[in-house]
């Protein structure tokens, strides 16, 4: 995987290429003029000629290799404001989420629907008792953002990464730097702005530019020599700051001095420089700046230490092509204090082979620090706020992960694949098996058959006996109960029929396809009928009747006990003997009858 870092400057663009093979590698470094459109005088709102830009890169890096690669892209400094914000505990997602809106109600100049936000987490802040989260919040405007993607858009070019060049420049300072609880500047001596921006952890917690550059130092300095940017470019060039012996705090001396040197200068040329500019007058434009671009950066780290509760800057770090001026570095270095120096992105990377990074490239480092920065953050996937739209990082997400599917794919196939066939073996060692065991088992078939009989005829035999002792038992029952009856019976009375009758005595049900007999309930009514004869008149019939009644229906085994009624007959009155009428109204006789009575049998 080849990454490409893009570092558009307003005077130059630099461009870093790494390759991620066993390790990090930077393969080559490149810088052009930044081309801008002829149509556009105003130097404040050139845009970048997006044609011409593209044929400067091309003539370094083929569209296809570009295509293939992860494109990340610097933002400038002056486009991005940044604010810490102290929050309490809570969970990272409404962390970050509640950084960004009380970053919106803080920030000046105030939020508009333009601007975008993207934060990262910083670190903790406060005593034991009252712990915060601080979270970095980083502004910046929609339309700086889209001229990136419009820019992308002419060579069909999809950017991965778009953050701010003071995020990714804190991964060039020494690792272990980051350890200890020390904040740390980078100063940008760009061409068209002094950017400063402050890191805590490896994380941007301050930025500040000063709209006051190079270009504004050489423009002055020009004036002041009466000589062309041109020529002041390559006075600077060759001559940097100065280095002199003389106390710079009286002026007077100074311009005498000055004088003095240019008046010699007239008869011995050996006085002045090279290019025949006096290096005393050289040195003295030059203080002027210096003492600015000091007072800058103390107003800014007595205005960072506080707002940010006593926060303190240990180290400085320089970059840009201002760091090319001889002298100029190590006499802000030394005015300001403090540890840093030059920044110098070739000192722990490795570089691969290659004739374009030579020995010149090298000292010159600090130019291509942003690009080299943003390709080392990029390749080592570092976590770095993104300004690339949603939509944007949707792709790339699908992108990343789309060889990481792909080959998850080809493993599930493979192992499906693999259960397949173990499952198609087993098919077919299992089929094997159930055949054989088939060929076993019709020969127990006849045993089966022969067996299932067996145990038809002993369900058949177990139901016969069921019902015989179900039968038994009420045998028993009735031959108690037909003693008890024939006490009852008068001596007129002889039974010529007794029948008992139960309704249901057994029912049907179906068990395993065999028919099985059961007893009904014990409970079950039994009705008696009871045809007999009596010996009397009658009047006499009817009481022995009505007597033998009442003996059934005394007893506790008999209810509803009815009597058919005797056949009326006419009367006729009965003489006894020696004359005398006797008080019976028919004659004696053989009378039917017949009675029938319900048998309530206990459980």
């Given at each position: 995987m080849e990454i490409i870092a893009i570092d558009i400057g307003a005077d130059t663009t630099k461009i870093a290429r790494m390759e991620r093979k066993k390790t990090l590698l930077l393969s080559d470094v490149f810088i052009f003029k930044t081309p801008y459109a002829a149509s556009q005088p105003d130097a404040a709102s050139r845009e970048i000629d997006q044609s011409g830009f593209w044929r400067q890169v091309f003539t370094f890096i083929p569209l296809s290799r570009l295509k293939r690669s992860k494109v990340a892209i610097a933002l400038a400094t002056e486009c991005i404001a940044t604010i810490v914000v102290p929050l309490p505990k809570m969970n990272m997602p409404e962390l970050l989420l509640a950084a960004i809106v009380e970053a919106k109600r803080k920030m000046i100049p105030a939020y508009t629907p333009d601007h975008s936000f993207e934060c990262s987490f910083v670190g903790e802040s406060g005593s034991l008792d009252n712990r915060k989260f601080e979270v970095s919040v980083i502004r910046t405007e929609n339309k700086y953002v889209q001229q990136i993607l419009d820019l992308c858009k002419n060579a069909d070019i999809v950017p991965s990464l778009i953050t701010p060049s003071s995020c990714a420049i804190a991964y060039l300072a020494p690792r272990e730097f980051w350890k200890k609880d020390e904040d740390a500047a980078f100063v940008d001596l760009a061409a068209n702005n002094l950017n400063i921006s402050i890191c805590r952890h490896g994380k941007l917690v301050f930025t500040r530019s000063l709209g006051y550059s190079l270009r504004d130092i050489i423009k002055?300095?020009?004036?002041?020599?009466?000589?062309?940017?041109?020529?002041?470019?390559?006075?600077?060039?060759?001559?940097?700051?100065p280095q002199v012996d003389f106390n710079n705090k009286n002026k007077v001396a100074i311009v005498e001095e000055i004088m003095r040197q240019k008046y010699e200068a007239g008869r011995d040329s050996s006085s002045?420089?090279?290019?025949?500019?006096?290096?005393?007058?050289?040195?003295?434009?030059?203080?002027?700046?210096?003492?600015?671009m000091i007072q800058e950066l103390r107003r800014t780290f007595i205005y960072y230490k506080e707002n940010s509760e006593g926060g303190r800057v240990e180290c400085v770090y320089f970059l840009g092509g201002g760091c090319l001026?001889?002298?100029?570095?190590?006499?802000?270095?030394?005015?300001?204090?403090?540890?840093?120096?030059i920044v110098k992105?070739?000192?722990?990377?490795?570089?691969?082979?290659?004739?374009?990074?030579?020995?010149?490239i090298i000292l010159s480092g600090a130019v291509y620090a942003h690009a080299i920065s943003l390709a080392l953050v990029k390749g080592e996937g570092t976590a770095v706020v993104n300004f690339l739209p949603k939509e944007f990082k949707r792709k790339e997400t699908v992108a990343r992960w789309s060889p990481v599917l792909f080959l998850a794919a080809l493993g599930l196939a493979f192992v499906f694949i693999l259960a397949g066939g173990y499952i198609l073996a087993q098919r077919v060692y299992l089929q094997k098996q159930i055949t054989e065991l088939d060929l076993k088992l019709s020969g127990f078939k006849d045993i089966s058959e022969k067996a299932n009989a067996l145990n038809q005829q002993k369900n058949k035999l177990d139901q016969r006996f069921s019902r015989f002792n179900l039968l038994a038992n009420k045998t028993k029952q009735f031959?108690?109960?037909?003693?008890?009856?024939?006490?009852?019976?008068?001596?007129?009375?002889?039974?010529?029929?007794?029948?008992t009758a139960r309704s249901n005595l057994f029912i049907e049900r179906q068990d395993s396809g065999q028919t099985v007999l059961e007893g009904t309930a014990d409970n079950t009514s039994v009705t008696m009928e009871i045809e007999a004869w009596v010996l009397a008149d009658y009047e006499s019939a009817l009481k022995i009747i009505e007597l033998f009644k009442g003996r059934l229906e005394s007893?506790?085994?008999?209810?509803?006990?009815n009597i058919t009624p005797l056949t009326l007959e006419r009367i006729s009155s009965v003489d006894a003997e020696g004359g005398r009428q006797e008080s019976r109204l028919t004659n004696s006789r053989v009378r039917k009858f017949s009675i029938s009575a319900e048998l309530a049998e206990s459980k």
């Open positions: 002055d300095i020009s004036g002041q020599l009466g000589v062309s940017r041109e020529e002041t470019e390559k006075i600077i060039r060759e001559e940097g700051v002045s420089g090279a290019s025949g500019i006096n290096r005393l007058e050289l040195r003295m434009l030059w203080q002027t700046h210096i003492e600015r001026i001889k002298n100029l570095v190590s006499m802000l270095a030394g005015l300001i204090g403090g540890e840093g120096g992105p070739f000192a722990h990377l490795k570089t691969a082979e290659t004739k374009n990074i030579d020995n010149e031959h108690s109960l037909l003693k008890m009856i024939a006490s009852f019976i008068p001596p007129e009375v002889v039974f010529t029929k007794f029948t007893s506790m085994y008999f209810s509803k006990v």
